[in-house]
Protein backbone atom coordinates (compact mmCIF):
# COMPACT_ATOMS: atom_id res chain seq x y z
CA UNK A 1 0.00 0.00 0.00
CA UNK A 2 0.92 3.52 0.05
CA UNK A 3 2.22 5.44 3.04
CA UNK A 4 3.90 8.42 4.35
CA UNK A 5 6.63 7.16 6.26
CA UNK A 6 8.75 9.05 8.52
CA UNK A 7 12.58 7.90 9.58
CA UNK A 8 15.29 9.58 11.27
CA UNK A 9 13.44 12.89 11.03
CA UNK A 10 12.78 12.69 7.70
CA UNK A 11 9.36 11.48 5.63
CA UNK A 12 8.85 10.13 2.15
CA UNK A 13 5.60 8.01 0.33
CA UNK A 14 6.39 4.55 0.06
CA UNK A 15 4.07 2.83 -2.71
CA UNK A 16 5.05 -0.73 -1.44
CA UNK A 17 4.60 -0.21 2.20
CA UNK A 18 3.53 -3.81 3.93
CA UNK A 19 -0.25 -3.53 4.92
CA UNK A 20 -0.79 -3.64 8.70
CA UNK A 21 -2.53 -7.00 9.68
CA UNK A 22 -4.64 -7.41 12.58
CA UNK A 23 -3.41 -8.11 15.85
CA UNK A 24 -6.02 -9.58 18.02
CA UNK A 25 -8.82 -7.13 19.35
CA UNK A 26 -8.07 -5.13 16.08
CA UNK A 27 -9.53 -3.79 12.72
CA UNK A 28 -8.04 -2.78 9.96
CA UNK A 29 -9.34 0.32 8.49
CA UNK A 30 -9.66 1.72 4.67
CA UNK A 31 -8.68 5.33 5.48
CA UNK A 32 -10.59 7.80 3.50
CA UNK A 33 -9.62 10.79 5.00
CA UNK A 34 -6.39 11.59 7.12
CA UNK A 35 -5.80 15.00 8.98
CA UNK A 36 -2.14 16.82 8.95
CA UNK A 37 -1.13 19.67 11.07
CA UNK A 38 1.73 20.93 13.86
CA UNK A 39 1.70 17.87 15.62
CA UNK A 40 1.98 15.49 12.64
CA UNK A 41 4.64 17.54 11.28
CA UNK A 42 6.65 17.22 14.73
CA UNK A 43 6.15 13.90 15.29
CA UNK A 44 7.50 13.43 11.81
CA UNK A 45 10.14 15.70 12.17
CA UNK A 46 11.00 12.91 14.99
CA UNK A 47 10.33 15.11 17.82
CA UNK A 48 9.00 12.29 20.24
CA UNK A 49 10.89 9.97 19.02
CA UNK A 50 8.14 8.51 16.50
CA UNK A 51 9.49 6.26 13.50
CA UNK A 52 6.68 4.76 10.96
CA UNK A 53 3.89 6.51 9.75
CA UNK A 54 2.37 9.80 11.09
CA UNK A 55 -1.12 10.66 11.43
CA UNK A 56 -3.28 10.72 14.47
CA UNK A 57 -6.90 12.17 13.30
CA UNK A 58 -8.82 9.90 10.48
CA UNK A 59 -11.44 8.46 9.42
CA UNK A 60 -12.28 5.11 7.45
CA UNK A 61 -13.97 2.13 6.91
CA UNK A 62 -13.75 -1.31 8.84
CA UNK A 63 -12.32 -3.95 6.39
CA UNK A 64 -11.08 -6.60 8.44
CA UNK A 65 -12.36 -7.28 11.88
CA UNK A 66 -14.65 -5.34 13.56
CA UNK A 67 -16.69 -7.64 14.54
CA UNK A 68 -21.03 -7.97 13.30
CA UNK A 69 -21.69 -4.62 14.48
CA UNK A 70 -18.56 -2.88 13.14
CA UNK A 71 -18.07 -4.33 9.87
CA UNK A 72 -17.97 -2.48 6.83
CA UNK A 73 -19.09 0.88 8.64
CA UNK A 74 -17.68 4.57 8.30
CA UNK A 75 -15.94 5.37 11.74
CA UNK A 76 -13.38 7.66 13.30
CA UNK A 77 -11.57 6.40 16.34
CA UNK A 78 -9.35 7.31 19.42
CA UNK A 79 -5.80 7.71 19.11
CA UNK A 80 -4.91 6.18 22.07
CA UNK A 81 -4.20 2.75 22.27
CA UNK A 82 -4.30 1.04 26.07
CA UNK A 83 -3.49 -2.57 27.34
CA UNK A 84 -6.60 -3.12 29.48
CA UNK A 85 -4.37 -4.82 32.18
CA UNK A 86 -2.10 -2.51 33.82
CA UNK A 87 -2.99 -0.76 37.20
CA UNK A 88 -4.09 2.29 35.57
CA UNK A 89 -6.47 0.93 32.83
CA UNK A 90 -7.92 -1.67 36.01
CA UNK A 91 -8.38 1.82 38.02
CA UNK A 92 -10.60 3.11 34.86
CA UNK A 93 -7.88 5.44 33.24
CA UNK A 94 -7.33 3.76 30.12
CA UNK A 95 -6.17 7.09 28.69
CA UNK A 96 -3.25 6.98 30.99
CA UNK A 97 -2.37 3.19 30.48
CA UNK A 98 1.65 2.21 31.47
CA UNK A 99 2.04 1.04 28.20
CA UNK A 100 0.20 3.64 26.45
CA UNK A 101 0.66 3.99 22.43
CA UNK A 102 -0.85 6.72 19.98
CA UNK A 103 -2.17 5.80 16.54
CA UNK A 104 0.73 7.89 14.63
CA UNK A 105 2.76 9.47 17.43
CA UNK A 106 3.69 6.57 19.86
CA UNK A 107 4.47 2.89 19.03
CA UNK A 108 1.94 2.60 15.91
CA UNK A 109 1.53 3.58 12.61
CA UNK A 110 -1.12 6.21 12.03
CA UNK A 111 -3.83 7.38 9.32
CA UNK A 112 -1.30 8.89 6.63
CA UNK A 113 -1.74 5.79 4.51
CA UNK A 114 -4.11 3.65 2.34
CA UNK A 115 -4.63 1.34 5.53
CA UNK A 116 -4.38 1.63 9.45
CA UNK A 117 -4.94 -1.15 12.60
CA UNK A 118 -6.84 0.13 15.28
CA UNK A 119 -8.21 -1.73 18.38
CA UNK A 120 -12.10 -2.18 17.82
CA UNK A 121 -13.08 -0.79 21.28
CA UNK A 122 -11.46 2.47 19.76
CA UNK A 123 -13.64 2.82 16.78
CA UNK A 124 -16.77 5.17 16.40
CA UNK A 125 -19.37 4.59 14.04
CA UNK A 126 -19.71 7.69 12.17
CA UNK A 127 -23.37 8.61 11.51
CA UNK A 128 -24.52 8.91 8.01
CA UNK A 129 -25.00 12.70 8.05
CA UNK A 130 -21.62 13.63 9.26
CA UNK A 131 -19.20 13.41 5.93
CA UNK A 132 -15.53 12.69 6.04
CA UNK A 133 -14.30 16.36 6.25
CA UNK A 134 -16.59 17.02 9.72
CA UNK A 135 -15.38 13.57 11.00
CA UNK A 136 -11.59 13.69 10.74
CA UNK A 137 -11.92 16.56 13.64
CA UNK A 138 -14.21 14.24 16.18
CA UNK A 139 -10.62 13.54 17.97
CA UNK A 140 -9.70 17.38 18.10
CA UNK A 141 -13.14 18.41 19.04
CA UNK A 142 -13.17 15.52 21.95
CA UNK A 143 -9.79 17.05 23.35
CA UNK A 144 -11.01 20.58 23.48
CA UNK A 145 -14.27 18.78 25.23
CA UNK A 146 -12.60 17.39 27.75
CA UNK A 147 -10.37 20.91 28.56
CA UNK A 148 -13.80 22.22 29.33
CA UNK A 149 -14.61 19.89 31.40
CA UNK A 150 -11.23 19.79 33.62
CA UNK A 151 -11.61 23.39 33.97
CA UNK A 152 -14.88 23.24 35.65
CA UNK A 153 -16.70 26.78 34.71
CA UNK A 154 -18.27 28.75 37.64
CA UNK A 155 -19.42 32.13 37.64
CA UNK A 156 -18.44 34.09 34.40
CA UNK A 157 -14.63 33.77 34.35
CA UNK A 158 -12.19 35.77 32.39
CA UNK A 159 -10.83 32.97 30.02
CA UNK A 160 -7.73 33.79 27.52
CA UNK A 161 -7.20 30.84 24.53
CA UNK A 162 -3.64 31.22 23.32
CA UNK A 163 -2.49 29.90 19.70
CA UNK A 164 -5.33 29.98 16.27
CA UNK A 165 -4.05 26.75 15.66
CA UNK A 166 -7.27 24.19 15.25
CA UNK A 167 -7.03 23.02 18.60
CA UNK A 168 -7.26 26.74 19.86
CA UNK A 169 -9.69 27.66 17.25
CA UNK A 170 -12.04 24.52 18.24
CA UNK A 171 -11.18 25.55 22.32
CA UNK A 172 -12.71 28.49 21.62
CA UNK A 173 -15.87 27.88 19.55
CA UNK A 174 -16.81 25.36 22.95
CA UNK A 175 -15.59 27.57 25.59
CA UNK A 176 -17.42 30.36 24.46
CA UNK A 177 -20.58 28.54 24.73
CA UNK A 178 -20.43 28.07 28.32
CA UNK A 179 -21.02 30.77 30.88
CA UNK A 180 -17.84 32.50 30.34
CA UNK A 181 -15.90 35.86 29.45
CA UNK A 182 -13.72 34.08 26.09
CA UNK A 183 -11.22 35.76 23.64
CA UNK A 184 -8.89 33.76 21.85
CA UNK A 185 -4.97 35.57 20.97
CA UNK A 186 -3.25 34.65 17.84
CA UNK A 187 -1.02 35.47 15.33
CA UNK A 188 -2.71 35.39 12.21
CA UNK A 189 -5.71 37.54 10.72
CA UNK A 190 -6.91 34.96 8.60
CA UNK A 191 -7.67 32.89 11.65
CA UNK A 192 -8.88 35.49 14.03
CA UNK A 193 -11.02 36.66 11.30
CA UNK A 194 -12.95 33.25 12.16
CA UNK A 195 -13.24 34.28 15.62
CA UNK A 196 -15.21 37.57 14.40
CA UNK A 197 -17.03 34.69 11.62
CA UNK A 198 -17.86 33.00 15.02
CA UNK A 199 -18.77 36.48 17.41
CA UNK A 200 -15.64 35.31 19.33
CA UNK A 201 -13.47 38.20 20.63
CA UNK A 202 -9.98 38.11 19.33
CA UNK A 203 -6.85 39.85 19.62
CA UNK A 204 -3.67 39.73 17.65
CA UNK A 205 -0.96 38.29 20.66
CA UNK A 206 1.38 41.02 20.68
CA UNK A 207 -1.88 43.77 21.17
CA UNK A 208 -2.20 42.73 24.23
CA UNK A 209 -1.29 44.07 28.06
CA UNK A 210 0.45 41.66 30.78
CA UNK A 211 -1.93 42.40 33.42
CA UNK A 212 -2.49 39.18 35.06
CA UNK A 213 -6.15 39.50 35.05
CA UNK A 214 -7.04 36.49 33.97
CA UNK A 215 -8.70 33.54 35.64
CA UNK A 216 -7.83 31.10 33.33
CA UNK A 217 -5.34 30.28 30.02
CA UNK A 218 -5.81 27.71 28.18
CA UNK A 219 -2.62 26.97 26.31
CA UNK A 220 -2.48 25.55 22.74
CA UNK A 221 -0.09 27.01 21.35
CA UNK A 222 2.99 24.02 22.00
CA UNK A 223 5.14 26.13 22.54
CA UNK A 224 7.36 27.35 25.39
CA UNK A 225 6.58 30.56 24.77
CA UNK A 226 2.95 30.26 25.20
CA UNK A 227 3.38 29.41 28.37
CA UNK A 228 5.95 32.29 29.42
CA UNK A 229 2.91 34.57 28.03
CA UNK A 230 0.51 32.27 30.02
CA UNK A 231 2.03 33.04 33.63
CA UNK A 232 2.13 36.96 32.66
CA UNK A 233 -1.84 36.62 31.86
CA UNK A 234 -2.65 34.87 34.10
CA UNK A 235 -4.25 36.35 37.53
CA UNK A 236 -2.80 35.17 41.36
CA UNK A 237 -4.34 31.91 42.23
CA UNK A 238 -5.52 31.69 38.53
CA UNK A 239 -4.95 28.63 36.11
CA UNK A 240 -3.81 28.03 33.09
CA UNK A 241 -4.49 24.78 31.13
CA UNK A 242 -1.64 23.26 28.80
CA UNK A 243 -3.62 21.93 25.86
CA UNK A 244 -0.91 20.79 23.55
CA UNK A 245 2.24 18.87 23.79
CA UNK A 246 4.66 21.25 23.72
CA UNK A 247 7.24 20.75 21.10
CA UNK A 248 10.80 21.53 23.13
CA UNK A 249 10.11 19.66 25.88
CA UNK A 250 13.81 20.31 26.88
CA UNK A 251 14.70 20.67 30.76
CA UNK A 252 17.42 23.66 30.84
CA UNK A 253 18.49 23.95 34.36
CA UNK A 254 16.24 24.05 37.79
CA UNK A 255 12.43 25.77 37.78
CA UNK A 256 13.21 26.11 33.84
CA UNK A 257 11.24 24.02 31.23
CA UNK A 258 12.72 24.84 27.48
CA UNK A 259 14.19 28.15 29.10
CA UNK A 260 10.88 28.99 30.41
CA UNK A 261 11.33 30.54 34.14
CA UNK A 262 8.67 28.65 36.22
CA UNK A 263 8.80 30.73 39.42
CA UNK A 264 5.67 33.21 38.94
CA UNK A 265 3.58 29.98 38.89
CA UNK A 266 5.39 29.78 42.65
CA UNK A 267 4.85 33.66 43.65
CA UNK A 268 1.17 33.73 42.06
CA UNK A 269 0.17 30.35 43.46
CA UNK A 270 -0.75 29.38 40.26
CA UNK A 271 -2.54 26.03 39.13
CA UNK A 272 -1.09 24.58 36.34
CA UNK A 273 -3.00 21.66 34.56
CA UNK A 274 -2.25 19.32 32.28
CA UNK A 275 -5.08 17.91 29.46
CA UNK A 276 -4.89 15.24 27.53
CA UNK A 277 -6.80 13.26 24.68
CA UNK A 278 -10.62 13.42 24.88
CA UNK A 279 -14.01 11.28 24.02
CA UNK A 280 -14.35 11.43 20.29
CA UNK A 281 -17.72 9.92 20.52
CA UNK A 282 -18.19 12.90 22.34
CA UNK A 283 -16.53 15.33 19.87
CA UNK A 284 -18.36 13.30 17.05
CA UNK A 285 -21.66 14.62 18.80
CA UNK A 286 -21.00 18.07 18.79
CA UNK A 287 -20.13 17.96 15.18
CA UNK A 288 -23.18 16.37 14.17
CA UNK A 289 -25.15 18.73 16.23
CA UNK A 290 -23.19 21.35 14.54
CA UNK A 291 -22.52 22.91 17.39
CA UNK A 292 -18.95 23.74 16.70
CA UNK A 293 -17.97 24.47 13.14
CA UNK A 294 -14.69 22.51 12.03
CA UNK A 295 -15.25 22.70 7.98
CA UNK A 296 -13.50 26.37 8.11
CA UNK A 297 -10.78 24.87 9.44
CA UNK A 298 -9.71 23.08 6.56
CA UNK A 299 -6.92 25.18 4.65
CA UNK A 300 -5.89 22.69 1.93
CA UNK A 301 -6.79 19.33 0.41
CA UNK A 302 -4.09 17.01 -0.83
CA UNK A 303 -3.69 13.87 -2.05
CA UNK A 304 -1.45 10.88 -0.11
CA UNK A 305 0.49 10.96 -3.22
CA UNK A 306 1.55 14.72 -2.67
CA UNK A 307 4.47 12.91 -0.19
CA UNK A 308 6.45 14.92 2.23
CA UNK A 309 4.27 17.83 0.65
CA UNK A 310 1.48 16.91 2.98
CA UNK A 311 3.80 18.05 5.53
CA UNK A 312 5.79 20.75 4.43
CA UNK A 313 1.60 22.22 3.72
CA UNK A 314 0.83 21.22 7.21
CA UNK A 315 3.61 23.25 9.06
CA UNK A 316 3.52 26.37 7.39
CA UNK A 317 2.40 29.03 9.80
CA UNK A 318 -0.87 30.40 7.99
CA UNK A 319 -2.10 26.57 8.14
CA UNK A 320 -5.31 25.20 10.21
CA UNK A 321 -4.97 21.60 8.91
CA UNK A 322 -4.52 19.93 6.00
CA UNK A 323 -7.10 17.15 5.04
CA UNK A 324 -5.51 14.01 3.03
CA UNK A 325 -7.63 11.78 0.52
CA UNK A 326 -5.46 8.56 0.30
ZN1 LIG B 1 -2.80 -0.28 30.60
Known amino acids: MRALVAERGAARLERRHPVPAAREGEAILRVTRAAASRLEVEAASGLFGFTGVPGCDGVGVVETGGGRKLAGKRVVFSPVVSCGRCALCTRGLPVHCRKREVTGLLGRDGVLAERVAVPTRNLVEVPENVDDDRAVFAHAVGAALQASRQLRIEGKPYITVLGDGHLGLITVQI ?101 FGGSVADGLRLIEQGRVDVVSLITRRMRLDDGPAILRAAGSPESIRVLVTP
Do not use: Y
Open 175 to 275: LARLNASVRLLGRFSEKLALCEKWGVKHRHIDDVGRRADQDIVVDCTGAPDGLELAMRLVRPRGKILLKSLMSQPTLQGAGAVGGVDLSPLVASEVELIGS
